[in-house]
């Protein structure tokens, strides 16, 4: 875009506009670069200035650390068996690495059910939590010790049909402890696993984006129910994570490096394609919406700029062998053939009765993408929905303020709009398809990684807006600290409320650290250690936010995008 007295940026290079608000990029369609800093990008070497300090390996550790530990919390803060569907996940992954990739097939290959042979102590199918389960005011100390026999017995798994890539890397810790504590460490190689997808989309960040704000969207993209699903055997937390980092490094890519891609910033794209294409049924579904609307909003030139790259053709070949992969196990396996809800559906069943239902169901949705617990009998405190709800709405409302000022920002809108619509259709179209065959089968985490990419792709378009660059940085700053603290006093009040309901129940007293159950660490040590490892998230993006801002200091105030060195400063 060209405008009188241009913008200088970084990466791809500087927007000019036109009073006209035309835009206008050179080449292949990239955006102008200046000095030493077009050498740089095209080097794929992040020019000195930008905000970046020594972005190499300590910081990704760092981001690992720290992500690590929001899951981890939860691992342990959630009695065994107590979240969705981790009882059949559990012999899934036990069995995958034991060398049953899918198990015996159960009546006919349409059937869901699979049947495997595992260790006792991972063959539960959900009488451990019986006691407590779908009864949010019963405390979890009802549940019975998990058994110790490690004789191999068979069990039946509706997940057995499921690509086995999860579960062949969470499921390694159950060969070496057969017994409870191999559970929980199962837990805590999906978080890890988990936290790495995470922790790279904050390194992408730092390392090659000059939108420091960014790092706040992939905090609001992990909601409770992220880190919730992350800490324990379920391969939503997987596809999730997997979700966040292509959202944020291809959001990175296609909007800010489309002229000269650095191979670093390519291969973490094409690698979060990759694994997020393996994760569960619909990843692929979700794989080509999400490119899609990341190349919506770069637009046609950009997208060929980037298809003009040699580092990006490579990927394709390997992107291309996942994607074939993965639909011909979903096609072979039957992987989308579900068990039937148990959910009443309005009869007669006619397409005016069935869509009304339907739709009914997606404030619960809504609510579950945030955060509900357990098995889905544990909602989060208002407050948790209130903050969530506020900051990413913020984000989805400066996107569509913006769109009035010309082409391009109304194309961006648009994209953005179309997102945060088919998070809301889909899941409707999706189950009236099966209705009549499955009844209303879907939950809020289905449909998440999706969700995520609306406040990341938010934040991608606009937060390089001119408006950004005119304040002051204090007040950019402040705004990102404000984000923070706002969903880091939801994710808090959260983990509270889930921690407080095994303790003592829903209808139990506030003061839960003396109830009839506790997690392997003590109630106030998962307390205090929730608190801590989400307070130093918020403060390490607030930390961020404000090396940004030391950083550009020799631009227009607040302004968001990298200084250019000048021709006699070394590169590198």
């Given amino acids: 875009m060209t405008e009188t007295g241009a913008e200088t940026g970084a990466g791809a290079g500087a927007e000019t506009e036109t009073g006209a608000g035309a835009e206008t990029e050179t080449g292949a369609g990239a955006e102008t670069e200046t000095g030493a800093a077009g050498a740089a990008g095209a080097a794929g070497v992040p020019p000195r200035g930008r ?47 034991r060398g049953e990739l899918v198990g015996a097939t159960v009546g006919s290959d349409r059937n869901a059910f699979t049947s495997v042979t595992v260790p006792a102590v991972f063959a539960h199918d959900g009488p451990l939590v019986t006691c407590f389960q779908f009864r949010p005011d019963v405390p979890a100390s009802c549940e019975p010790q998990v058994p110790t026999s490690t004789r191999a017995v068979p069990v039946e798994t509706y997940v057995g049909r499921y690509p086995p890539l999860y579960y062949l890397i969470v499921g390694l810790p159950s060969l070496v402890e057969p017994n409870a504590r191999g559970i929980y460490l199962m837990r805590l190689m999906s978080a890890l696993l988990d936290a790495v997808l995470v922790s790279l989309a904050l390194f992408a960040v730092v390392r090659w984006s000059a939108k420091p704000l960014l790092l706040v969207a992939v905090m609001a993209a992990a909601s409770p129910m992220a880190w919730f699903l992350g800490g324990v055997v379920n391969p939503s937390g997987f596809e999730i994570a997997a979700a966040i980092c292509l959202w944020t490094t291809g959001a990175i890519l ?33 794989c080509a919406i999400a490119v899609a609307v990341l190349a919506a909003t770069a637009g046609w030139r950009r997208v060929r700029a980037l298809f003009a790259n040699r580092s990006v053709l490579w990927t394709i070949p390997p992107v291309a ?41 997606t404030p619960l949705w809504l609510e579950e993408m945030v955060g509900v617990f357990g098995w889905l009998d544990t909602f989060s405190p208002v407050l948790t929905y209130a903050l969530w709800g506020a900051v990413v709405g913020a984000f989805v409302v400066f996107v569509w303020v913006r769109a009035v000022r010309g082409a391009s920002e109304a194309r961006e809108a ?78 808090v009040a959260a983990f509270f409320e889930a921690l407080r309901r095994y303790a003592v129940g829903v209808d139990g007293p506030i003061d839960f650290l003396s109830g009839t159950w506790h997690p392997p660490v003590g109630s106030a040590a998962a307390l205090a250690a929730a608190f801590v490892s989400v307070a130093v998230l918020a403060l390490g993006v607030c930390f961020g936010i404000a090396r940004a801002r030391s950083s550009n200091s020799g631009v227009p105030p607040g302004s968001l995008a990298p200084r250019a060195p000048s021709r006699t400063q070394r590169v590198g």
Avoid: K
């Fill in 51 to 97: 905000w970046r300090p020594a972005a190499g390996g300590w910081v990704l550790l760092a981001c690992v650390v720290v992500t690590f530990a929001n899951f981890a919390v939860w691992s342990w803060a959630t009695p065994l068996f107590a979240a969705p569907d981790e009882p059949t996940q559990v012999a899934r992954a036990a069995a995958v690495v």
């Fill in 254 to 286: 296609v909007l800010e490096h489309a002229a000269a891609p650095p191979p670093g910033l390519v291969a973490l794209v094409a690698g979060s394609l990759c694994v997020f294409l393996l994760a569960r049924p619909l990843s692929p579904l979700w």
């Fill in 321 to 361: 062998a996942c994607g074939a992969v993965a639909m011909g196990w979903i096609v072979e396996e039957h992987s989308l053939d579900l068990t039937p809800s148990t959910a009443p559906v309005p009869h007669p069943e006619t397409f005016t009765r069935l869509v009304p239902a339907i739709v009914a169901h």
């Fill in 414 to 491: 648009v994209a953005v709009g179309l997102l945060v619509l088919a998070v809301v259709v889909l899941p409707v179209a999706i189950v009236y398809s099966q209705v009549h065959r499955l009844g209303i089968v879907w939950q809020g985490r289905d449909i998440m990684p999706l969700a995520v990419g609306v406040p990341i792709a938010a934040v991608a378009v606009a937060g390089g807006d001119r408006a950004l660059r005119r304040w002051n940085g204090r007040v950019t700053l402040w705004a990102g600290a404000a984000a923070c603290t706002a969903l880091g006093a939801a994710g």
